[in-house]
């Protein structure tokens, strides 16, 4: 049996870091060639992709930004001739980007809807749901013009299902890229193009760097997580590779929940 990619293209934003990375290298031994889309430079992911013996290219974008979506998307397909895959794993839990953790320890209401400061609302949002919007927009539109269809993950989380007190724009943005993945998956159902999302629960990536230090906010996560343990990138890269691959051919408009056990139904 061949590898589960082979001669694919995809598209990872977000795939400097963590999950997004971890995916890259994935699909890499999956036999796909990978254009690593992210704020951050994205070398390290090209030289881990190029290990595993596939090509990389690595774009600048700020997925908040439409033209960086479209060019990141039309970098694939000048360099590999196609694009048949996205992962739309660039997010942020707070205006900086990583978990608020630390600042809940200092004053644990600190990030209440009470005391929160528009702008950095507007900016978890901007990123988690427009630019998530804006990715999949970009992808969808150029696997359509191609004809020959194409799957689409969107990183989710299980905070799309859960409410987390502190929390507030990161479960909003969440619950908006699942109801996002789910209007796309129906308006797209009959063209070829998949759309689907995976929602990890906590994963140990620089996201989340410092929560194991922080005994009340780790313990909260434990409770709501019956393995008692962080996942791992690698383990979100498995959902994303089922998702992204034609064993899932049948699946749109679903999201998985790689989560430790965070649900039952
Ligand atoms: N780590 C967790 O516990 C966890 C749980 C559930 C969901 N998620 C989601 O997984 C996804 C990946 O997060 P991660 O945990 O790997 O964190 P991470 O911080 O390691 O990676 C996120 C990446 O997104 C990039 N990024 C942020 N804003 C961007 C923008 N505007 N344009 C382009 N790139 C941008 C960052 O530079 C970074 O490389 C996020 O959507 C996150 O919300 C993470």
Redesign the pocket.
């Known amino acids: 049996m061949g590898a589960a990619l082979q001669d694919k293209v995809a598209v990872v ?2 795939g ?5 990375q971890a995916t890259a290298v994935r699909f890499a031994q999956e036999g796909a060639d990978i254009v690593v ?4 430079p994205g070398e390290e992911t090209v030289g881990l992709v190029k290990d595993a013996g596939r090509r990389a290219i690595s774009v600048p ?4 930004q439409e033209s960086d979506c479209d060019a990141m998307v039309a970098a694939g397909v000048s360099e590999f001739g196609h694009v048949d895959i996205g992962i739309a ?5 707070t205006r900086g ?1 990583r978990s608020n953790v630390q600042t809940t320890q200092v004053q644990p209401d600190a990030n209440h809807v009470v005391n929160l400061d528009t702008e950095v609302f507007q900016r978890v949002i901007d ?2 749901v427009l ?1 998530v919007m804006m990715t999949d927009r970009a992808l969808a539109r150029q696997m359509l013009a191609q004809g020959t269809g194409g799957s689409i993950v969107n ?1 989710a ?3 799309a299902k859960i409410p987390l007190a502190g929390a507030s724009p990161y479960c909003v943005s969440k619950a908006g890229v699942w109801m996002l993945t789910k209007v796309m998956g129906l308006e797209l159902a009959a063209r070829g193009v998949r759309v689907n999302a995976v929602g ?4 140990a ?4 760097d410092g929560i194991e230090d922080n005994k009340p906010a780790y313990d909260f996560a434990m409770s709501i997580t019956p393995m008692h343990r962080l996942g791992t ?1 690698a383990e979100i890269a498995a959902a994303c590779l089922f998702l992204a691959g034609e064993e899932s051919s049948f699946f749109t408009g679903q999201m998985l929940h790689p989560a430790g056990g965070q649900f039952t139904d």
């Open positions: 934003t977000g400097a870091s963590g999950i997004g889309a992210d704020l951050q974008a700020d997925t908040t794993a660039a997010g942020i839990a980007g990123v988690n630019g990183i989380s299980s905070a990890p629960g906590y994963t990536t620089p996201m989340v990138p």
